[in-house]
């Protein structure tokens, strides 16, 4: 082992290779088809461009999203990453950081074994400094680029970006060793290469590690070429280049031993420090390769991150900028020395009043916590090590007892429904199955059920795979909006790249040997099928990340494995849930485990299966156990087919491409990583459109089918389970594969075509692929047309591969009928828009007063002189900047509406939007008008969604933009001037401002429901419709016979997705049930009146305090009143104590 800091002597010659245009276009091209890839699951890029500053270049930023680095055969794998085109007008690459490097154990490379077997040294062990990542290049004309992780530039989002700092940095730096930055960019980009430093000043930003004068400044940890595959400097020549440029050199030790570096590294793992200094861990640089003694070496890190005392340092980091946002820090590890320095961190605070504004800033982090080691007379290490002396117990409840929601998450296989059936055997706890759940609407009518469920059981499961985030989102905000009390607690089924094939294997093992004992897979009976079913489900989890959104608002966290038995994750889900919840249940005993594994595997049966139709279809109901078969409507034949055995085409196809050049394979293996290549190939031999140039062969071909389906429907047997009839067999023989850049097609030879089996396209060919979903399949007629016509070659775009060894391949001749639903839906929409009710055109409200259009306990109802319902507000800018109109609209609701419900949608229908607006229309219009009445205010009633994000912004306007202040230092005061953006740029939202009421019931899609004036009667038929009460209540739901309209199962549809949160009166907010008590309110306004003023006298009141109110509302006025007297009463209480 050698310990050096620019001691040793570097080689006599930096490595240098130069850029390669075709290589540089071939990474652009692929990361353009990433950029343009909307397919979920699919890796995608984002590409910004930027002008540099002091040039005429312009260099483009390409960002992969963190969990795309883990996937195979990406364009490229650098994490940083900016091209620009030179003189020439070549592509070329600016900027190169590092291809994206793992902690040990996160991927499936970075386990120790194959680090152990699949590395050589030397191994240069770099410490692994904390700040800002700076890459600094030379451009073609002499300017210095300066580069942060994936801009350049001023932003307009921060005061002092990251790459200006870093530039200023650099400036100075150069400046002390009389050297220019155009020195530096000659000398850069003579070398084809890219610094890559790592800005560390507390002075600029403050992170975890504390950088002060003397140490800060741009630490140069590497040195790579810019090319598309990574190369890199050793690190001798970046030390020895550091030197020469005036840059910090980080720590640096090379061993030649693997064996040594990892016990090197779990002994500095113990203390987290090297040196006498805390430090965040080790950058490990060598050589890897994926089959040794075949493959060559390539240049290859890996990092090792120190878990304490930096996690900890981080956990104090983020659970002060809580504290200081008003949220409630979030932490489960280091609970007891945490809870110490919140507590300290309070009282600093409160004395400080810059500290807080400063921190957020990211100033002041290391000194406070620093003051607090030093309050407390220890060291970081020490207070990290804490909790392994005495083990917190934070995480563990002993009052709960009740109201505990399990949610797996898992793929289908893993065994949740197992050990769910298992834990209800057990404990005879709640189980409620996502499949048992039909129609639509599913997820709210599943977390309703759940709810249900759990007034009657003290624990429920949540019997769903929740594989995506989007999943656990639904069903953790809604439980928390409906129970604030419920505790949701994950059970995970561990998925990541070390473990997914080993999982893939066994689950699929499972299904196969259980058959069709599931209510949705039914492998025993279509084993192809259901298995592309579990690859769908496997390919779009996403894992488990408990720190970050929607994943942080589970309240503890089970980890299971997949590929273990289910009794053994039985017992560990029991053992974790008991040591959580001691006094939810009593440790059963190991015979009582059997005894449920048992009852699971041999007495469990499903109550309800479905079938999973290729397009569409539909469920079973509840109750039924089986859906009778309908009587099928007779389809005509769409095209006639030969069908080729899928697996044995891809084979010849991936044969046929691994011995080809890169650029002719490059768009064989995009078809692939898009999953863009059919799912089954054939061959057409006819289809429908030629009918008429063809009508006896087309005559010929639906005879042949009409005949075997009635043969095949007279032997199916009393089931009626039929099958597409194969009519014949046809050899294959596969010639060649032709494509472009949109289509690839297999030109192929048919056996006997000059028998029963005829081909009238002009080539007979298999369709591959294409490259989106807007190019269709039949595109590869034109194309193989104009191969034939005008070859292949850069003129024409055409490639082609021809098969070394040609194949004959055994085909299946089938009859393909038409899809007469999917057509006929397609109409039956066509019309529904066409015959659209006027009620779902979308109105606002809007005024230049601030004061509410209404007064809510006036004698008629009436809308104010100043209304205006505009459909386009006035605004200076483009109408196509959307955002800037939605804000006005929104302000305007907010100023103007005196009520307005809130409820969260579950993406409804154009149609069901339609058909409730409707219902909504009918019961208004069917409120009797109240005496003295001069306004209808049905028309102005409207049901809209709203944009969640940008309804919140108008929000926090409405809540704290004073404009009359705010016009003393500029004459710019309207809604989307920039004094109304720093208003709420750095707002601390106080817990009774109207903003902090109204956003808890912001959560996820949300639509509203707006009144132009106050109502209980139109409120109450509102309700009726959309949150229907009990039968006998002032909101129950209409009768079937008085409103048939409402209970048409579009209707229905619609409803069951939309859900009421709560409701703003007159400027109070109100939960569901408040806002059923004022539509409950018998008497329209009168009714509201005398209820008011009853409640004013009884609390001692004089009727005419209230009515001075005025224009306010005495609704207002009392809601003022009554805070006003329980502040009084606390008052009166904390006195006589």
Request: charge should be neutral; hydrophobic fraction near 35%.
């Amino acid at each position: 082992m050698a310990t050096t800091g620019g001691a040793q002597s570097a080689p006599t010659r930096a490595p240098y290779i130069p850029q390669d245009v075709q290589s540089v276009a071939h990474m652009l091209n692929g990361l353009d088809e990433a950029r343009k890839n909307k397919r979920k699951g699919q890796a995608m890029c984002k590409r910004s461009t930027f002008a540099v500053k002091g040039s005429s270049i312009t260099v483009d930023s390409w960002k992969m999203q963190e969990q795309d680095y883990k996937k195979r055969d990406l364009p490229t794998y650098a994490r940083g990453l900016f091209t620009t085109r030179n003189a020439r007008n070549e592509p070329e690459i600016a900027v190169r950081g590092y291809d994206k490097f793992f902690n040990v154990g996160e991927v499936h490379e970075t386990k120790w074994d194959n680090i152990l077997q699949r590395t050589q040294g030397p191994y240069e062990l770099t410490l692994k400094e904390n700040g800002c990542i700076i890459f600094v290049s030379g451009l073609e004309d002499g300017t210095l680029l300066v580069c942060s992780k994936h801009s350049t530039g001023e932003r307009e989002d921060a005061d002092l970006s990251h790459a200006v700092a870093g530039e200023r940095s650099l400036e100075k730096q150069l400046a002390r060793l009389g050297k220019s930055k155009q020195d530096l960019a000659r000398e850069l980009r003579a070398r084809n290469a890219t610094a890559v430093a790592e800005l560390c000043d507390d002075s600029f930003e403050e992170h975890i590690l504390a950088y002060g004068p003397e140490k800060a400044g741009l630490y140069l940890h590497g040195i790579n070429l810019n090319l598309p595959e990574f190369a890199t400097y050793p690190s001798t020549h970046v030390q020895s280049f550091a030197d020469d440029w005036g840059f910090q050199k980080v720590g640096l030790i090379v061993m030649d031993d693997v064996n040594q570096v990892k016990a090197f590294l779990e002994e500095s793992a113990e203390t987290g420090a090297h040196d006498g200094r805390d430090v965040e861990g080790f950058v490990i640089r060598c050589r890897e390769s994926h089959d040794p003694g075949v493959q060559p070496y390539r240049d290859w890190f890996f990092k090792f991150k120190f878990e304490e005392p930096y996690l900890m340092y981080r956990q104090w980091r983020e659970c002060t900028k809580a504290m200081i946002s008003g949220k409630p820090p979030k932490f489960r590890k280091h609970v007891q020395i945490t809870e110490e320095y919140l507590l300290y961190a309070r009282k600093r605070l409160a004395t400080d009043k810059n500290l807080g504004q400063l921190y957020q800033a990211n100033h002041g982090i290391i000194a406070l916590r620093n003051d607090f080691l030093a309050f407390k007379n220890m060291k970081g290490s020490d207070a990290a090590n804490l909790e392994l002396s005495a083990p917190s117990t934070a995480d563990i409840n002993t009052e709960v007892t009740r109201d505990v929601i399990l949610v797996p998450i898992a793929t289908i296989g893993c065994g949740k429904t197992t050990i769910a059936v298992a834990l209800t055997h057990l404990f005879g706890w709640g189980h409620i199955q996502n499949d048992n759940i039909t129609g639509k609407g599913r997820p709210p009518r599943f977390t309703k059920a759940v709810l249900d469920l759990l007034q009657e059981r003290p624990v429920v499961i949540a019997d769903r795979n929740n594989a995506q985030k989007h999943e656990r989102k639904q069903i953790l905000t809604d439980v928390k909006i409906q129970h604030k009390d419920a505790r949701l607690v994950a059970l995970y089924f561990k998925h990541d790249a070390s473990n997914i094939d080993e999982v893939r294997k066994v689950t699929q093992e499972r299904v196969l040997a259980r058959g069709d004992n599931h209510q949705t897979i039914h492998a025993a009976s279509d084993q192809n099928k259901f298995l592309g079913v579990m690859e769908g489900f496997v390919d779009r989890f996403e894992p488990l990340v408990p720190f970050s959104r929607p994943d942080d608002g589970f309240d503890a966290v089970v980890n299971l494995d997949p590929t273990a038995e289910s009794r053994q994750n039985l017992e560990t889900a029991v053992n974790e849930l008991h040591r959580l919840y001691p006094n939810l249940f009593e440790l059963p005993s190991a015979e009582r485990l059997d005894e449920a594994m048992k009852a699971a595997f041999d007495e469990y049966q499903p109550g309800l299966k479905h079938t999973i139709p290729d397009r569409g279809g539909r469920q079973n109901k509840p109750g039924q156990q089986a859906q009778q078969p309908k009587k099928a409507k007779k389809k005509p034949l769409e095209y006639m087919s030969v069908d080729v055995p899928g697996s044995q085409v891809r084979s010849i196809l991936d044969k046929a491409f691994d011995n080809v050049a890169v650029e002719t394979s490059r768009f064989y293996k995009q078809l692939s990583q898009t999953r863009r290549i059919q799912p089954k190939f054939h061959v057409t031999l006819m289809h429908r459109a030629s009918s008429k140039e063809h009508p006896e062969l087309w005559e010929h071909y639906s005879k042949v089918v009409a005949e075997a389906e009635a043969a095949n429907i007279a032997t199916a047997g009393a089931t009626g389970a039929t099958a597409a009839p194969t009519l014949g067999s046809c050899g294959v023989e596969l010639e060649r594969v032709v494509f472009n850049d949109r289509v690839m097609a297999i030109v192929v030879r048919l056996g006997g075509q000059d028998q029963a089996w005829q081909c009238v396209n002009p080539i007979a060919h298999i369709t591959v692929g294409t490259r989106e979903d807007s190019i269709k399949p039949k595109e590869s007629n034109e194309l193989l047309a104009r191969w034939l016509n005008e070859g292949v070659g850069e003129a024409t775009g055409i490639r082609e591969v021809v098969f070394d060894n040609k194949q004959t391949l055994e085909g299946a001749v089938q009859g393909v009928m038409s899809r007469i639903p999917r057509h006929a839906s397609r109409a039956l929409r066509q019309i529904a828009r066409a015959s659209r009710a006027p009620f779902t055109a979308s109105r606002t409200f809007s005024t230049s007063s601030s004061q509410y259009a209404t007064a809510a306990v006036a004698s008629s109802i009436s809308i104010p002189t100043s209304y205006v319902s505009p459909t386009k507000p006035p605004s200076a800018r483009p109408s196509e900047t959307r955002k800037s109109q939605l804000i006005r609209t929104y302000t305007s609701l907010l100023r103007t509406a005196p009520l307005v419900l809130f409820l969260q949608h579950n993406n409804l229908t154009a149609q069901e939007w339609s058909s409730i607006r409707r219902e909504l229309r009918a019961a208004l219009a069917a409120v009797p008008a109240p005496a003295g009445q001069t306004v209808d205010i049905v028309p102005d009633v409207t049901l809209n969604v709203l944009r969640t994000r940008m309804f919140s912004v108008a929000l926090k306007i409405v809540s704290f933009f004073d404009a009359k202040a705010a016009s003393t230092k500029t004459p710019l005061v309207h809604d989307l001037s920039e004094a109304a953006y720093n208003s709420i740029k750095e707002i601390e939202v106080p817990e009774s401002s109207a903003y902090a009421e109204v956003a808890p019931l912001l959560v996820g899609p949300t639509a509203a429901l707006v009144f132009p004036a106050v109502s209980p009667a139109h409120l109450a038929a509102a309700l009726k419709v959309l949150a229907p009460g009990p039968a006998g209540s002032a909101t129950a739901p209409p009768t079937r016979k008085k409103n048939p309209g409402y209970y048409e199962p579009l209707c229905q549809n619609g409803l069951a997705k939309l859900l009421l949160v709560g409701g703003r009166v007159e400027g109070s907010v109100f939960d569901v049930d408040g806002v059923r008590w004022v539509g409950g309110i018998e008497g329209g306004m009168e009714g509201l009146r005398a209820q008011l003023i009853g409640m004013l006298q009884s609390a001692g009141l004089g009727l005419t305090s209230a009515l001075e109110a005025g224009g306010k509302s005495v609704w207002l006025a009392l809601e003022g009143r009554k805070v006003q007297l329980e502040e009084e009463q606390g008052d009166k209480k904390e006195e006589s104590s």
